[in-house]
């Protein structure tokens, strides 16, 4: 299972997705560019020494991303979807892509998901941090297929 950012907006977003990558055991993919460096000194603060386990893997561009995860799926995280992640069925080698912070996916990155899902809110909200709902998602989808972490 991986975890893609796609031009990510906020380097600690990308430190704590680091972080959520390793405790996780999943791979952590930066489709570039990128608002910051991504050996950013904010970056490597909110990661700390969890960029050991899980160094993210920068792409450039988002051919250059679709080109390297082959047949996975690429299951998208976003607040226009229509199915509940709690109602989604994952599998192993899912890529769970997060959209920009400031800017959600494009289009093109829309059409080519196999599935969009979201995370039920409380009325009245819009949406989570992107960190917050990478790791939810993470969370779910090893929840659901197991994951012995022995």
Known sequence: MRLALYQPDIPQNVGA???TAACFGAGLDVIEPCGFPLDSREVRRVAMDYGAVTAPVAHNGW???RESVGDSRLILMTTKAAE???DYKFKPDDVLLMG?????APDEVHDAAHS???IPLAPGTRSLNVAVAAAIALAEARRQIGWDQT
């Open 63 to 65: 051919t250059s991303f």
């Open 116 to 118: 969009r899902i979201f």
């Open 17 to 19: 997705a680091i972080r």
């Open 100 to 104: 920009r912070e400031s800017a959600g």
């Open 84 to 86: 509940s992640i709690w």
